[in-house]
């Protein structure tokens, strides 16, 4: 097994050969957010089995991301590769390399946000073993099974999980624990979905509106937040009446017969139009990778 130190300098490799650049610090926070994501999902695997399915997921990751037929070629032969290998082991000796693994990883002792929130970290930076939906209880069944290969034994015997390149691994270990679909059913994830889709496309259709200047001037908002500070109480329901002699409430729009045009969301669209015809030398700038992914305490 190699060395951590040897480990790190691979992943800073794949890291800055993207146009992101990392400080020493950045990249420190960075390697431990990846170290610690390890050490949990190996802590709390509960089998053998589970290890491997956990491997696929990363690999089902990657297959994902790439579009070119030749690397999805590649990640393929590098999901069967580790099907073959680690299928011709027994339960025992996948279990032991989760053991060294550990045993390696045991000084990295960092709290990771996105788990403390989820509860599966505590504030002295252990695990939380929570029950999932997916348990070998490899600990019952070790005297039976520790001395027999991954691929002599039915998946069925061991909670299932599929090794086929596009099978259902059953455990979460391994995904993408930032998703907001992360854990849900395969129902509840496809009504969040539509549900983010439906209140996404109408928020832009309404910020499209008042940013074009072509937002109904009869429509009364339930309620109004300000979040900009150019932001006056005309926007405010009902500020933009006025009251005539006689008591009643008026548009103070009506008869205008045009749509009213927001100068300050003109000038802004100018500006960002603007900004898509900077130099491309402005995209080597330095950016603090974190800032995209998570805190790491």
């Given at each position: 097994?190699?060395?951590?130190?040897?480990?790190?300098?691979?992943?800073?490799?794949?890291?800055?050969?993207?146009?992101?650049?990392?400080?020493?610090?950045?990249?420190?926070?960075?390697?431990?957010?990846?170290?610690?994501?390890?050490?949990?999902?190996?802590?709390?695997?509960?089998?053998?089995?589970?290890?491997?399915?956990?491997?696929?997921?990363?690999?089902?990751?990657?297959?994902?991301?790439?579009?070119?037929?030749?690397?999805?070629?590649?990640?393929?032969?590098?999901?069967?590769?580790?099907?073959?290998?680690?299928?011709?082991?027994?339960?025992?000796?996948?279990?032991?390399?989760?053991?060294?693994?550990?045993k390696e990883l045991e000084p990295y002792n960092v709290r990771v946000s996105?788990?403390?929130?989820?509860?599966?970290?505590?504030?002295?930076?252990?695990?939380?073993?929570?029950?999932?939906?997916?348990?070998?209880?490899?600990?019952?069944?070790?005297?039976?099974?520790?001395?027999?290969?991954?691929?002599?034994?039915?998946?069925?015997?061991?909670?299932?999980?599929?090794?086929?390149t596009f099978g259902d691994r059953k455990t979460l270990l391994g995904k993408?624990?930032?998703?907001p679909t992360y854990g849900l059913t395969e129902n509840a994830r496809r009504?969040?979905?539509?549900?983010?889709?439906?209140?996404?496309?109408?928020?832009?259709?309404?910020?499209?509106?008042?940013?074009?200047?072509?937002?109904?001037?009869?429509?009364?908002?339930?309620?109004?937040?300000?979040?900009?500070?150019?932001?006056?109480?005309?926007?405010?329901?009902?500020?933009?009446?006025?009251?005539?002699?006689?008591?009643?409430?008026?548009?103070?729009?009506?008869?205008?017969?045009?749509?009213?045009?927001?100068?300050?969301?003109?000038?802004?669209?100018?500006?960002?139009?603007?900004?898509?015809?900077?130099?491309?030398?402005?995209?080597?700038?330095?950016?603090?990778?974190?800032?995209?992914?998570?805190?790491?305490?």
């Open positions: 097994m190699i060395e951590i130190s040897q480990l790190r300098v691979t992943l800073e490799s794949v890291v800055l050969s993207s146009i992101m650049k990392l400080d020493k610090s950045s990249m420190d926070k960075l390697f431990d957010l990846m170290i610690m994501m390890v050490k949990y999902q190996l802590k709390v695997a509960t089998g053998p089995r589970e290890i491997i399915l956990i491997t696929l997921n990363h690999i089902d990751a990657m297959r994902d991301m790439v579009s070119d037929v030749n690397a999805q070629k590649c990640v393929s032969m590098v999901h069967q590769m580790v099907v073959n290998f680690y299928g011709c082991l027994t339960f025992d000796e996948v279990w032991n390399v989760r053991q060294c693994c550990l996105i788990l403390l929130r989820r509860g599966l970290q505590n504030d002295d930076a252990s695990f939380n073993i929570i029950p999932q939906k997916y348990d070998e209880k490899y600990s019952e069944h070790k005297n039976t099974l520790a001395t027999m290969r991954i691929k002599d034994v039915s998946p069925e015997t061991c909670c299932g999980g599929s090794f086929d993408n624990i930032y998703l009504d969040s979905q539509q549900f983010l889709r439906d209140c996404g496309a109408k928020a832009e259709l309404g910020m499209l509106a008042v940013q074009l200047g072509t937002e109904e001037a009869n429509y009364e908002r339930p309620f109004t937040l300000n979040l900009l500070s150019n932001m006056d109480e005309e926007n405010v329901n009902n500020s933009n009446r006025e009251i005539d002699a006689e008591g009643n409430n008026k548009r103070s729009n009506v008869g205008s017969g045009k749509p009213k045009l927001n100068e300050d969301y003109k000038a802004k669209l100018d500006t960002a139009y603007a900004d898509f015809f900077e130099d491309e030398q402005d995209l080597k700038r330095n950016m603090d990778l974190l800032d995209l992914l998570d805190e790491i305490e």
